[in-house]
RNA sequence: GCCCUCGUAGCUCAGUGGACAGAGCAGCGGACUUCUAAUCCGCGGGUCGCAGGUUCGAAUCCUGCCGAGGGCGCCA
C-alpha cells in the first residue's frame, strides 16, 4: 500500500543522507508515517526529525530538509514540504489519485485482500455461551467482533476457522437439567418446584413444553426419582439450535461447534493434559482438592483443577481445550474472545500453556466490556438468571441484524456500551448503518441510470477525475487497506464502521457536489461511472467484512 | 484491601507521543424543476475526571487521588 512505500522512500531519503555525510551515521528508527489532521499538511506526514534531532544534535528543520534533498522520486508523490517544527510532509500526486480509480476497479472484490497471513492457521473462538439459556445482549457483542475479526484475518491471508465452545458439562448444565425437569413434571401437573439455584426464566418452561408435545412421557420418572439424564440432553440440543438460529439471523455461521464433554472422554485432551502437568510437577492435592500450583511460575495464587467433590473446574476443562487447540489441532494462533468478566482467567490460563510448553505467546485474547441494555433511562437487567430477559433475537427484531452489528461493533471493545433499544429503534432511519448502506445503494441507482442512457466505464479516462470531491473519495478509498491492517495488528474491529462512516460520508458529497450521468459530457460520465464502481466495490467490502448487507435499493 | 478496564461536546463514541482535539445524534438556520432529501451546507457547543511529573511536544507515557464497571483458591 502507498503508505507503506511511502515510509521507505523516507528510509532510503536517510541512508542516502547520512551516506552523503548531510546527516551523521546512527541507528535510525522505524520511520512511520501518519495522516495529517489538516489537508495543507499533506496526505502522509513524517515525524521522524522530530524524534531524531536529540540523537542527532541538528534542528528538526535542518534534518527534514536533509530528508527532503534526498528523497526519491515516486509516480504517486507530487512534492514534499518541511513545515516547522520539523515535519516532512507528503502530498499525493492528484494524477496518480485519479488512476488508483481505475486500479481499485479493477481490482473488484481482490481490492484490500493480502497474503500477510501467509496461510498461518488461526481460530476464533467466540461466544461460547453456556447453552442453558437464549443469548443474552452481550453475547451479540461478542458474537460482532469475533465474526468480524475472522472475516478480517481471512482477507488478510490467514488460513481462519471459527468455532463454538460448547460449555456441555458441569455444574450450570445440571442445574439446568434439574429445571427443565422440574418444568417437565410441571407440564403433567405435577407440583414439582424449581429448584433453588435454578433457572427462573420462562424460556425453560417453553423447552419442557415443546419436549412433552414432541416426545410425550418418556423422560418422567416415578415421583421423587432422579430425572433421566437424555431429558437434560435433549433440552441442551435444543438451547444450542435456538442460540445457532439467534447467530445465523446476525449472519454468524461456524465452521465447528467443540463439545466440552468430548474433553473429558476417556483418553482425551482432559486427561492428557492433567497427566503432563502431573508430571511436570505442577500440580499439589490440598484441602481435598487437586490445583494448579500455578503460584509457583509467577502467578498470584494457585488455582483449583478439581474440585474436592471430584468434579474438573471450568479452568482445568478450558486448560485441556485450549492445548487440544494450540498443540493437538496445531493452530498457529487461538484467539479468544471474551467478555470482561472473564478478565481473571485471561493470565493463569497463560501459564497454563507455559507450564506444557504450549506456545502460550499463540493464545490471544480480546476483552469487551460489558454491554448495559437501556430502554431510556431505565437499565434492562441482562442475567441469565433474572426471570425477565431481553434476549439477542429480541433486539434483532426490534433493530434488524445489520443495525445490531454496526451498533455493536462501533465502540472499541474495551470500552462498556450503553445499548439504548428505545434510541436504536425510534431513530432506526437515522441510524448510522443506513448512512452507509444508502451510499450503496444510491450508486446502485445511478449505474442503473446509467445503463439507460448507455453510458459506461469501459475505456474510461481516470485522469479527468480532478474535482475535489473526486479526489477527496479517492483518497479515501486508497484507506481500506490501512484500516484492515489496523484492525489485524491491534484486533480491533471498530475501526471498521468509523471508516465505513467516513467513507459514505466522502461519497454523500461527491454525489451532491459531481453530476454523473450527463449525456452533454460523456468522457466525464465515464470517467465517474469508474469511480462509482471502484466506491462500490469498497463500500461493499467495508460492510461484507462486517457482515453487513449492501442493498441495491433502499 | 489488591488486580484489570474505562473516564474526551448535552447524549453515544473515535482519536492513545505530534501541528489549531473529531464524528454521529440532539439543538438552531439554510438547500429538492436536476442520477434516491435515509442526502448536502452552515452555526453554536470541550478545565480531554483532578493534581503533579517525564518530553522539543501529553487527551495519549509515569505517579497519586476521585468516579464507573469487572475480577480476586473449589461458578462458568
Given amino acids: 500500500m502507498i503508505r507503506d512505500e511511502f515510509a521507505s522512500l523516507v528510509a532510503r531519503a536517510l541512508t542516502d543522507a547520512q551516506a552523503a555525510g548531510d546527516l551523521p551515521a546512527f541507528a535510525a528508527p522505524e520511520v512511520e508515517l501518519q495522516h495529517p489532521q489538516r489537508p495543507e499538511h499533506g496526505d502522509y506526514s513524517a515525524n521522524l526529525p522530530l524524534r531524531i534531532q536529540s540523537l542527532v544534535r541538528m534542528r528538526a528543520v535542518e534534518i527534514a530538509t536533509a530528508l527532503q534533498r534526498h528523497l526519491p522520486s515516486h509516480e504517486a508523490l507530487a512534492e514534499a514540504r518541511v513545515a516547522p517544527p520539523g515535519f516532512l510532509n507528503l502530498y499525493l500526486a492528484p494524477g496518480w489519485v485519479a488512476s488508483q480509480a481505475a486500479a481499485i476497479a479493477r481490482d473488484g472484490e481482490r481490492f484490500a485482500t493480502s497474503d500477510r497471513g501467509a496461510g498461518a492457521r488461526v481460530q476464533v473462538e467466540y461466544v461460547s455461551a453456556n447453552p442453558t439459556g437464549p443469548l443474552h445482549v452481550g453475547n451479540g457483542r461478542g458474537a460482532a467482533i469475533g465474526s468480524t475479526l475472522a472475516n478480517v484475518l481471512r482477507a488478510w491471508g490467514y488460513n481462519v476457522e471459527e468455532e463454538y465452545y460448547i460449555n456441555d458439562a458441569g455444574t450450570q448444565v445440571a442445574i439446568f437439567a434439574r429445571t427443565l425437569y422440574a418444568r417437565y413434571q410441571q407440564t403433567f401437573g405435577r407440583d414439582a418446584p424449581i429448584p433453588e439455584n435454578g433457572y427462573p426464566g420462562e424460556y425453560v418452561a417453553q423447552v419442557a413444553r415443546r419436549i ?20 437434560g440432553e435433549r433440552g441442551i440440543e435444543l438451547m444450542l439450535e435456538e442460540i445457532r438460529r439467534d447467530l445465523e439471523a ?20 482432559y486427561h492428557t493434559v492433567l497427566a503432563q502437568m502431573r508430571e511436570r510437577g505442577h500440580v499439589v492435592e490440598r484441602e481435598g482438592a487437586v ?14 483443577l478439581i474440585r474436592s467433590d471430584g468434579v474438573p473446574t471450568y479452568f482445568a476443562t478450558d486448560i485441556a481445550y485450549h492445548f487440544d487447540k494450540l498443540v493437538t489441532r496445531r493452530f498457529d494462533r487461538s484467539l479468544d474472545i471474551w467478555g470482561a468478566d472473564h478478565q481473571g482467567h485471561v493470565s493463569r490460563l497463560k501459564a497454563a500453556m507455559r507450564a506444557l510448553d504450549a506456545s502460550p505467546d499463540g493464545l490471544d485474547v480480546v476483552l469487551y466490556q460489558l454491554v448495559t441494555l437501556k430502554r431510556g433511562d431505565r437499565v434492562v437487567p441482562l442475567s441469565k438468571r433474572a426471570g425477565e430477559l431481553v434476549t439477542l433475537a429480541d433486539v434483532v427484531e426490534e433493530v434488524g441484524a445489520d443495525a445490531t452489528r454496526f451498533f455493536f461493533l462501533l465502540p472499541s471493545a474495551g470500552a462498556a456500551m450503553d445499548f439504548d433499544l428505545d434510541l436504536a429503534k425510534r431513530r432506526s432511519e437515522e441510524n448510522p448503518v443506513y448512512y452507509v448502506q444508502y451510499a450503496h445503494a444510491r450508486i446502485r441507482g445511478i449505474l442503473d441510470r446509467a445503463g439507460e442512457a448507455g453510458l459506461s466505464a469501459a475505456g474510461a479516462d ?4 480532478t474535482h475535489d470531491a473526486e ?6 478509498l486508497l484507506l481500506l487497506p490501512e484500516v484492515i491492517e489496523t484492525v489485524v495488528g491491534e484486533l480491533a474491529p471498530h475501526h471498521l464502521p468509523h471508516y465505513a462512516q467516513d467513507l459514505a460520508q466522502a461519497f454523500h458529497v461527491f454525489y451532491t457536489q459531481c453530476r454523473v450521468v450527463d449525456e452533454q459530457e460523456p468522457e466525464l460520465s465515464r470517467a465517474r461511472l469508474l469511480l462509482l464502481e471502484a466506491t462500490r466495490v469498497v463500500l461493499a467490502r467495508t460492510l461484507g467484512l462486517m457482515s453487513i448487507s449492501a442493498p441495491d435499493r433502499m
Fill in 250 to 269: 446476525i449472519g454468524v455461521r461456524y465452521s465447528n461447534w467443540y463439545s466440552e464433554r468430548t474433553l473429558q472422554a476417556e483418553g482425551g485432551p
Fill in 212 to 231: 412433552r408435545d414432541e416426545e410425550g412421557d418418556r423422560y418422567l420418572q416415578a415421583e421423587g426419582d432422579e430425572p433421566d439424564p437424555r431429558l
Fill in 462 to 465: 481516470a485522469t479527468l477525475l
Fill in 291 to 304: 490445583w494448579f500450583a500455578s503460584s509457583e511460575i509467577g502467578e498470584e495464587k494457585d488455582n483449583v
Fill in 471 to 476: 479526489q477527496t473519495l479517492v483518497r479515501r
